[in-house]
């Protein structure tokens, strides 16, 4: 998406309509049960039309977009909030998604790149990092929660898209540099499983003039499909256990038809942007690794664009017939799997209700469904809106909840190198007097607030795993936290230790970030492993 047209047919323009937001209120639900391999061990790669983990357990990525890095922010939207960024990406795998899609356009990888609008106050340890920075230590935490990481090469500048995979400023050798460059920063770190090579290849040009991107035509210059092969060849050289996401494109042509012959025999069927396959059966994308490949389309309700399909007698019963031709026989007739990379919409016409009902239930239940990354996790996409309202916090509800049933929330798995457990886990509580703790509050707001608690173990025992409880008056309630799975029952509050991170050793602190619901209230009563501090 940012900003993607639609073409339909002969379509050679489009609106898109402001987003609105639709519900207010938070989602306190439980996630779905998560089928036992969650985002699976290892490496992920494929097995006909799977996705399948290191053992060979099916993997079912269910996921979410979060842009900002292909923006001139050069950096995740929403770090202005007063949400912190490890509070979003908790709210995020709370409620499911399993994977989180980066865009990223080439100016944020470049030496000397800066992020900008993030709020410091919230976010103190980002300030004066570079975009990449920023980049590696959302990799870090949401490897520490079990999600992955696919990174998706949005546009060449933060100017706007591009048809082409290359511009007359970024070259295709730039293109792929920075891929290599990528797959090399994160080798050995099974957060990061793979490369969306370029987002959504499109049309260009009234044929047959065509100046666009077009699949199987042979012109190296234009053919999406062997550029695909050129760069997903080249990450895989330098690190062969990624999968290589291809998105399709908009007419195969690669230009756009003649709506002034009046002639519809030669008008071709062309979908969205990065939403038409038809030619990858006749035309495969060609790796030098095996079971790498994954078909990557985007697919988009009327808040986008109208579709004649929207239109047609038959809607919606139509929809999965135009669906199977575009990209879901690859699934179906066990060619590759499929990861719908974006779909979404702003609910505002109550035909995309039905549209992303069926589109959902199209897609299959349960881990063995085809997998996807929902557009979006940001608020501000201005043709569909996002999971998160508009203060980063709340949840759109209605959008939730007809997602809710496909999501696969993450569970073990992922990670790169981190902290080894200590292999002996029975708990071994501090002698009376073996702790201090340091509040520190980091912001407020109207109606909440943001504060650090560290704790250190003064004892002389390792604890492990360690846990800290602490009271709130009544009236305050946990929003997020960080650094531990962070609870709340009552007026108590439950910081348990991460898998990654369990022991704490005599001498060593934790810090337990969180946010806020009520008055600002510093914790009271605080304990480690039961044995106050």
């Known amino acids: 998406m940012h900003r993607r047209s639609a073409l339909g047919g002969a379509i050679t323009a489009l609106a898109t309509a402001a987003a609105g937001v639709l519900v207010a209120a938070a989602v306190s639900t439980a996630p779905a049960v998560a089928a036992p391999a969650g985002t699976g061990t290892g490496y992920l790669h494929t097995d006909g039309n799977r996705i399948v983990d290191g053992t060979g357990a099916t993997v079912r990525i269910t996921g979410i977009n979060w842009f900002g890095m292909e923006t001139d922010n050069k950096t995740f939207h929403g770090l202005w909030s007063t949400n912190p960024w490890r509070g979003q990406l908790d ?35 980002l300030v004066g990092l570079s975009p990449l920075q920023i980049l590696d230590k959302v990799v870090d935490y949401a490897g520490s929660k079990g999600m992955r990481v696919i990174l998706d090469r949005h546009r060449p500048t933060s100017a706007g898209q591009s048809p082409l995979w290359y511009t007359s400023t970024v070259s295709e050798a730039t293109w792929i540099d920075d891929w290599k460059m990528l797959a090399q920063r994160y080798a050995g770190n099974t957060t990061v499983i793979g490369a969306d090579l370029h987002n959504e290849p499109h049309a260009e040009g009234t044929n047959p ?24 060849n080249a990450i895989l050289s330098v690190q062969p256990n990624w999968l290589i996401f291809v998105e399709g494109v908009s007419c195969p042509s690669g230009g756009l038809s003649n709506v002034w012959d009046n002639d519809p025999s030669n008008d071709e069927d062309c979908g969205w942007w990065g939403g038409n396959l038809t030619k990858a059966k006749d035309f495969p994308v060609r790796l030098d690794v095996p079971n790498r490949l994954v078909y990557s389309p985007h697919e988009y309700a009327t808040s986008v664009f109208e579709q004649n399909w929207f239109k047609s007698p038959d809607f919606p019963d139509n929809l999965p017939g135009i669906w199977d031709r575009y990209w879901g026989y690859l699934y179906k007739q066990n060619i590759a799997p499929i990861m719908m990379g974006e779909f979404g919409s702003t609910l505002a016409d109550p035909r995309d209700r039905v549209w992303l009902e069926k589109l959902m239930a199209y897609t299959g239940t349960g881990v063995n469904g085809m997998s996807f990354t929902y557009w979006s ?25 007809i997602l809710q049933p496909y999501l696969i929330p993450p569970v073990g798995g992922g990670g790169g190198p981190t902290p080894t ?23 407020a ?19 492990n795993p360690w846990q800290v409880a602490w009271t709130w008056p009544a009236g305050v309630s946990l929003a997020s936290g960080w650094n531990a799975t962070v609870t709340q029952s009552g007026t108590t509050v439950t910081a348990a230790a991460p898998t990654w991170a369990a022991a704490l050793a005599p001498g060593a602190s934790v810090t337990v970030g969180f946010t806020a619901d009520g008055a600002s209230a510093a914790p009271t009563t605080v304990k480690l492993n039961g044995t106050a501090c």
């Open 91 to 125: 709210k995020m795998a709370s409620l499911g998604y399993n994977t989180l899609r980066v865009p990223y356009s080439n100016d944020a990888l470049k030496p000397g790149a800066t992020a900008s609008g993030i709020n410091d106050f919230v976010n103190p340890d």
């Open 377 to 401: 996790w940001n608020p501000n996409s201005g043709d569909t809106g996002g999971i998160a309202l508009d203060d980063w916090t709340s949840i759109n509800t209605t959008k939730q909840a």
């Open 445 to 463: 707001w109207q109606g909440g607030f943001q504060g650090e608690l560290t704790v250190t173990n003064t004892g002389t025992a390792t604890v």
């Open 209 to 232: 003039a065509a100046t666009g991107a077009c699949w199987g035509c042979g012109d190296p210059a234009r053919d999406w499909r062997l550029a695909a092969e050129r760069a997903g």
């Open 421 to 443: 457990p200590t292999a002996t886990p029975t708990s071994t509580p501090p002698p009376t007097g073996g702790c201090t703790a340091a509040y520190r509050q980091v912001n």
